[in-house]
């Protein structure tokens, strides 16, 4: 039996359990794809979660993440410059110089609660609308 515990459990349990996979036959060919353009073992495939079929982007454009590592930790030094700290200013920097990424639209914050990008804070109920209208 597989525990959430373990490194193959932590990979395989969430893929045996998601529902909205991808054909077999195409995480097959898509995970060698991946494998082969990143030079990396196909475990990074399953760990991002690329076998869902909402994913229906070129999946070599997801960054592997030692490729995040090596941005985050090595190119930066161990100062961590705040920008790769924060999810906020991250996704806006990238916004400004057009860099295609994932946009936020609300995040979490411990002592306010849900927050929009234009500052406004939702109730758990707001919120679980915005993410449903969002399609998450």
Known sequence: MLRE???LGSY?????MAKGRKSIHRIAKESLRY?????????EYFFLALYM???EDDIVQYLPNGLVYHFNIVMNGELRPNIVEDKSKTSSRLLRHQVHSVQEFMAFDPARGFVRTDGTVLGIMEASRSIETAGG
């Open 12 to 16: 395989v349990l969430p893929f045996m």
């Open 35 to 43: 494998k082969k353009h990143h030079n990396l073992r196909p475990k």
């Open 5 to 7: 515990d373990t490194v």
């Open 53 to 55: 079929d909402y994913i």
